[in-house]
């Protein structure tokens, strides 16, 4: 079995996030909710740091978060040094509902790497923690730019 190429890099990304996607959707979870839930784990963020990491827009955040607010996950706090600004904070019960989801993808992906040899699917596994750290050192160098 070859490698992808390149370009198949993103369609392989593709499909792993489709495969979120379905797992989230068990939960009742989409997964742009998945994704703020999980920036929020590392601190509370305003409304506009929240759509630059998502890459969309300032109102598409608001509506993904309102979800969020609704369910109790994520609390809206005022700033005590700016009244002007809110910071969207994870709740107990955001975080629990990260931990299920977190469960629920993780749990799809290693059954799909049971269909694989066990060489191959602790290879597939060590790849995604390397692009984790890719992940990570790529947000560093864009936070350090600023």
Sequence with gaps: MSEPSTAGLG??????ARVTERSLVELGLSLPQYRVLSLLDEGSAAATALADH???SRPHVTAV?????ERG???RRPDPDD??????VLTDGGRAALAAADGAVEA???????QLPPGL??????GLALWA?????AREARVGAR
Excluded at 65 to 69: K, R, S, T
Excluded at 108 to 114: I, K, Q, V
Excluded at 133 to 137: M, T, V
């Design 54 to 56: 998502l890459a969309v």
């Design 65 to 69: 978060v309102d979800g969020l607010v």
């Design 83 to 88: 009244r002007r600004r809110v910071s969207h």
């Design 73 to 75: 996950w994520v609390e």
């Design 133 to 137: 750290r890719a992940l990570d050192a």
């Design 121 to 126: 699917s602790q290879r597939a596994a060590s």
């Design 108 to 114: 799809r992906l290693l059954g799909m790497l049971d």
């Design 11 to 16: 369609r392989v990304a593709a499909r792993l």
